[in-house]
């Protein structure tokens, strides 16, 4: 039967009679830690929002058997028993069936909000026998799968801790990034459906750390968000932009993508204002992707900020639209120029593909483009255009440039020829 402890308790109650059967099964021990992020707070409200656990508990239980067990070991941490495991896979399996259950919006007041969610496994006998050390290793897996902002969970290994160490330290070495001079523009080429014409580039910040060398953005931007710097390395990347825009012949959009933080502070209207003062590029020119995490909080500050933008001649973006069909009514509320879709949608199931195809013939509609991102097949770019999709980007088109190289590939844009792509 599932067990349930709603208080916070002690998990030995649990493990112990487990552990010590004659014929122990293989056990799992899964940490979850559920996190509220400000903004979640700000949408939903603190009364709705320290009562949303409960309705976080309930989506949990569906995704257990009837011999699991489920505890709260705090406030925001929970502990559960799947026992008998029937492989590591299935742990795995069931962790990560959670954290998407966990990561579904949250509904209220008609307003949508998302928690951050972390998984840390330990397995027995593999990782321990005992209740302090399976509890251990299933900490530091979860420790390591906040500090890296894993999407999925984490399964236990002898070198976490080393490297949950290693990833604190980076986040100093960060911090100073933009000063040092370690952080580098490049641009990822747009292509219109067929991919044979360029129609845009797509901004790509990459660190080059002095120890660790090169760094990709899904690396250290959700670490750069975590230590409070995202905004800044937005606000540089925005200004480097234009000037190399500016600069760039032909006269191509360059898309730079924006943070929420930048809308709630209310800097993101001087910046885009400062940047095209100070460097003359045409606000046409420069197309502005905006989270749907940035709109959720609807407020009159940042509907005239949305309007001031849309006024001054910047292109607007609802970017990585993939997540729910919920995003796509964004695009009926404010003036975007175009969508751009979750590269993870590329290649997936029907149900996925059907919010591509949703948001292309919403975007169709109302005189918009889509852009398809991740195309690395053949296969992907036909089913992006039998999705209704009118531009894509990745790697089977051309990967990421210097501002230097920009010209030449817009210049002599990729092709096909007898099924090959050549540049």
Known sequence: MLDFVHRPQSPRLLLEPALMATEAPSIAVLRVRITRPQSFTEIIGPRYANAVLNVAIDRLKSALHGSDSLLRMDKDELAIVLNPMQSVAEAEEVANEMIDLLQRPYFCRGKSARLNVAVGIAVSPDDGTDVETLLYCAETALDFAEVSHASRSILY?????????????????????????????????????????????????????????WISPSNFLPLAEEIGVLQDIAAWALRTACIQAAALRPRFTLSVATCPLQFTSGKILPSVAGALATTGLEPSRLALEIPEQALLHESNALRSTIDSLHRMGVKLVLANVGSSFGALDLLNRFPFSSVTLEAALVGQSSRQRSIVRAAAMLAKELGLSALAQGIETEADLSDAAADGCTAVQGPLLGNIVTASQMPAIAGHPAGHEGGKLVQ
């Open 157 to 213: 290994e002898d070198d976490l801790e080393a490297k949950t160490e290693a990833r604190h330290a980076l986040s100093g070495d960060l911090a100073s990034a933009v000063e040092s001079s370690q952080l580098h523009l490049y641009y990822q080429p747009q292509f219109s459906i067929d991919g044979t014409r360029v129609v845009g580039f797509q901004t790509s910040p990459q660190w080059k750390h002095p120890q660790h060398g």
